[in-house]
């Protein structure tokens, strides 16, 4: 008999000892737990009463009331373990799917930093704008160049400036055409000479005057990088305007909606001779994948983001780390982002044995204006007040074609000879 007294109370203690997060909960059960009606209290003299006690014994209803009382505050505690239980698991997967991920991808965006080929101190010199995180919308300079080696500039093969507004989750691409005629140093020359004079910090200052913008970043390229980037993406999906064979790239695409591999795209974007539009097709052609690029990249889970940047950093020269990169594109990431391109309005011509391109004033200061005011280039809406008014926005203040443009470009090959919409 006492031994059984003694496992009871030893089991009765270690319940409650065992739960110290019940403590509240016991002390109420054992206020609303009375002594029995009848008999002695458990643990005092009279141990018949306290048999009766714990075999539930007629004429105790008060030890049955508190071995019901327990069982409940027992199953009670059960329901909290297996809460408690649930609760753990979730917060760990919290941790290994959310949290270990971001810290694993900032990590490795530091390490991968390393990577970018070259920092030019000259280029970063001539770049100025918004800060580099904030949310305003800032413009940055795409290049392509045909540098050959390190020890030449070589010229820009293609020319993008791209306003970036994270707060609309849009950005705009507008190509700016390589034989634009413009000046450079106190002489007429084409736009992409720029480069060759003064490498990237050249190009900046040059495409910021034709513009009339500050230009806060830059990315120097070659589009043949493209071929590995795209075939890490599984290939992208583009609209081919028209069907081409045998021109500059050997290769033949044929018009229409289809996903294109590495080789593809270069062929793509590198043809201009057998395309109605010449070098504005080819400008067009660029514009699409870069477009088709940025919307496969944002499709990818966020994991994925820094082995796709290392993949397109390893020859990239630009101001920007990776984790510059990282942080503009979470911004867009989840979004439905808008993103808009265009040509330069322009047309080609010949002076002097030279072929030039010129540029339509009016139509590029009206682009330019709905560009900076968030429209889109080429939106149809009116130009609110700040961006009307504004003298410096495309004003091709460097630009060294014909002022009386109007019938050179109804004669020759111009922006609008392009096939398709993009």
Known sequence: MAEEEAEAGESADGDTAGESTDND??????????????????????????????SGGSGHSGGSSRSHSRG????????????????????????????????????????????????????????????????????ALLMGSDRRSNKENGRSDSIMLVRVDPKRAQADVISIPRDM???????????????????????????????????????????????????????????????????????????GTQTLNGEQTLVFTRERYRVQGGDF??????????????????????????????????????????????SIGQKFYGKSVTLNTAGCPSYAFEQDGVSYVGVEYEEWQDMMRRTDAGLGPKSTIDIPEPQASNKKLGAASNAESPKDYKELVNKSLNSNSVIGNE
């Open 72 to 139: 409940s505050r027992s199953g009670s505690r059960k329901k909290k373990r297996r809460r408690l239980a649930v609760l753990l698991v979730v917060l760990a997967l919290v941790l290994v799917l959310v949290v270990f991920p971001v810290i694993a991808i900032w990590w490795y965006a530091h390490m991968v930093d390393e990577n970018i080929a070259m920092r030019n101190a000259e280029a970063e010199a001539a770049l100025s704008g918004p800060e580099p995180n904030s949310d305003g919308a800032f413009y």
């Open 181 to 255: 005629m413009v000046n450079i140093g106190g002489g007429v020359s084409k736009i992409n000479a720029a480069y060759s004079y003064d490498g990237a910090a050249g190009a900046i200052r040059a495409v910021s005057k034709f513009a009339g913008v500050p230009i806060t970043h830059y990315m120097e390229v070659d589009f043949s990088q493209m071929v590995a980037l795209v075939d890490e993406l599984g290939g992208i999906t583009v609209n081919v305007p028209e069907s081409f064979s045998g021109g500059n790239g050997g290769g033949s695409l044929k018009a």
């Open 25 to 54: 909960a016991d002390m109420l059960a054992n206020v609303a737990d009375p002594a029995p009606a009848a008999g002695p209290i458990l643990g005092q003299e009279g141990h018949e009463g306290g048999e009766a006690h714990r």
């Open 281 to 326: 097709s080819r400008a067009q052609a660029q514009r699409i994948v870069l477009t088709a690029i940025i919307n496969k990249i944002l499709d990818q889970p966020v994991t994925k983001w820094p082995d796709l940047v290392r993949q397109f950093s390893k020859d990239l020269s630009t101001d920007m780390s990776v984790t510059d990169f990282l």
